[in-house]
Structure formats: C-alpha cells, structure tokens
C-alpha cells in the first residue's frame, strides 16, 4: 500500500464522505440517515417514558441500542436475526449502548429510557462507527422533542460523542477503512472519543500479526484528528433547522 496508496485516492488520514441527513423519517423523534462512503445506516432515537424493571424506582434513566444489517446490506444475502442475535451483532449493539451512555446523564434523563436503532442498509466498512456517529445525533433530537413535549426540563446530553475505525495496511497506519481494507488489514481498530478528547472505547487486535507501541501511538492520532472532525460534522448537522 505504501507505495500504490490507497484504492480511493484517499490520503492515510482522510474519512471518506460523510453526510448526516437528519429527519430522514418522519415518526420517530429522531432519524438519522448517515451516508458514509458507500456505508448507509439508518440510526433512529425513539423515547419512553420508564425503564426496564430493574432500574424501577432509582430515579435514573436508560439509553440503550439495537444494530442490524438489512438482508441485502453486503454482496450476499444475511438472514434476518429474527429468534436469535448472533455474537458479532450483540457486541456491536452493546458498544453502541456503553458509547451513548457514556455522555448521557441518566440522573438528568430521569426514569424514562432511549432506545437507538442502527440498521444498516449498505454495508462498506465501518458499519459500527457509522452507527455511533449518527446515533448521537438521533439522541440529540429525541431530548429535543422530549423538552418540546414537557417531558424533560433538561438536557441529559453531556458531550458529543462519534467514532472511527483506524488500522495498519502493508504496514502503513490508516483511518476509515473500507471493506477492502478493512480484509487486507493487518491491525484493525476502532475508537470512541468524547467531544473534550476522553476515550470512551478502543477495541483493537492483530489480525494475524503484532503491532508496535510506535503504530499504536500513530493510529490513536489518526482516531483523534479524525474524531474532532466528525463531531465537527455533527455539531453542523444539529444546527440545521428541520422542516417538520
């Protein structure tokens, strides 16, 4: 790669396109159509009044996520999780949970519970990041409604949060990798990060080789410059006046 560069002409730093289409449907209090690359994912932010039986009667609320690929997202088809989550979309589904939880104030959201929706309708690398991403602005426009409505006198909303998949390819460190890359990798990350620089997550693994603290140390920056981008993006997306 180091001497081809990369399929897209991208340079090693660069996220590929992204859009955040919010109020992309009309039903829920917040939707959100993230096109990225070729990575198209539908994140919804739906609000309801109580939480699950175990946390009856604490006084805190609840944000929780949910993440699935359409049968048609990738070349072939992907039956339906319909009587059973398999592995790889329970842990990914988890991480957008912990993600979302960890800039919202569940004193301030009150007994009441937010569930997010990610479902992936064009699969091209990165589908968990992509949902993170556009999730967090889905949660900022279900609080808004739910202020509208009286529901909550306050933001619960702490920071922004997004992510990014960052990795080592023919031994060059990378950001954003594509489906392509993302199979030719020899290290694959991904990394969560608040609005003030705070991790919130980085799941990261040899894919059949090691790696050194030095492309440890150089993948952690692209995530970090990338990161500050997209929350850039978001802040624009949520300034945006919807027609509604």
Same mark, same amino acid.
């Given at each position: 790669?180091?001497? #081809?560069? *990369?399929? @897209? +002409? =991208?340079?090693?730093?660069?996220? &590929? ?32 009044q ?13 944000v ?5 690929m359409?049968?048609?997202?990738t ?6 999780? #319909?009587? *059973?989550? @398999? +592995? =790889?979309?329970?842990?990914?589904? &988890? ?8 800039v ?18 064009q ?51 990378i950001?954003?990798?594509n ?9 694959d ?44 993006l ?11």
């Amino acid at each position: 790669m180091a001497k #081809r560069g *990369r399929m @897209d +002409g =991208r340079k090693a730093d660069q996220l &590929r396109k992204v859009e955040l289409v919010r109020g992309f449907t009309k039903n829920a209090p917040g939707s959100v159509l993230v096109r990225w690359g070729e990575t198209h994912v539908l994140c919804t932010a739906c609000f309801e009044q109580g939480v699950p039986k175990w946390k009856t009667g604490m006084g805190s609320g609840w944000v929780t996520a949910e993440y699935d690929m359409l049968p048609g997202a990738t070349g072939s088809r992907r039956p339906r999780n #319909r009587q *059973r989550v @398999d +592995g =790889r979309t329970q842990e990914i589904q &988890r991480l957008i949970g912990r993600s979302l939880r960890a800039v919202v104030d569940v004193e301030v959201l009150g007994e009441n519970t937010i569930t997010l929706d990610c479902d992936v309708l064009q699969a091209d690398g990165g589908t968990r990041t992509a949902s993170i991403t556009g999730a967090y602005v889905a949660l900022c426009d279900a609080v808004r409604w739910a202020k509208r409505e009286q529901i909550l006198k306050d933001s619960p909303v702490r920071e922004a949060v997004a992510a990014v998949s960052v990795g080592v390819v023919d031994g060059v460190p990378i950001s954003d990798l594509n489906y392509v890359e993302d199979v030719a990798a020899d290290v694959d990350f991904n990394i969560v990060m608040t609005a003030s620089g705070k991790f919130v997550e980085v799941q990261g693994t040899g894919e059949g080789t090691t790696f050194s603290e030095s492309q440890l140390a150089k993948m952690l920056k692209l995530g970090k410059k990338n990161i500050g981008e997209l929350i850039v993006l978001q802040e624009a997306a949520l300034r945006k006046r919807l027609k509604r």
